[in-house]
């Protein structure tokens, strides 16, 4: 069974930077892809970054050019580096992992982590 644990939430002011850490456990291969998706209060869970095992990377239209995703693939561990950030950007953080990068791209990965809290201060 996977496990993901996700680190280094906390508060920011607008403009700032944090990085969040995902720690993986469980993989039966080395072909699975990572990713974050965040849920702000009242909205929809939104999905914001992957990365599958050869370094491909996506991102949704909101953090393209501030989010960066990235991997230690010996560590089993995924990284969010979150940029310029803004007060919008205020959500609850989970990192997700999926057996193939295309249901992690349409929302449907196999595993999710239990959420990590940003809040960012304008």
């Known amino acids: 069974q996977v496990r993901l644990v996700e680190s280094g939430g906390g508060s920011a002011q607008a403009g700032g930077s944090l990085r969040l850490s995902c720690q993986a456990s469980?993989?039966?291969?080395?072909?699975?892809?990572m990713g974050w998706f965040r849920q702000a209060p009242g909205k929809e869970r939104e999905k914001i970054a992957g990365?599958?095992?050869?370094?491909?990377?996506v991102y949704a239209d909101s953090v393209k050019g501030r989010f960066t995703v990235s991997q230690d693939r010996a560590k089993n561990t995924a990284y969010l580096q979150m940029d310029r950030l803004k007060p919008e950007d205020t959500a609850t953080y989970f990192c997700?992992?999926?057996?193939?990068?295309?249901?992690?791209?349409?929302?449907?990965?196999?595993?999710w982590g239990k959420g990590i809290r940003v809040t960012i201060s304008s």
């Open positions: 469980g993989f039966t291969n080395n072909f699975w892809s």
């Open positions: 990365i599958n095992n050869a370094g491909s990377t």
């Open positions: 997700v992992a999926s057996r193939i990068f295309t249901d992690l791209i349409r929302g449907r990965p196999d595993s």
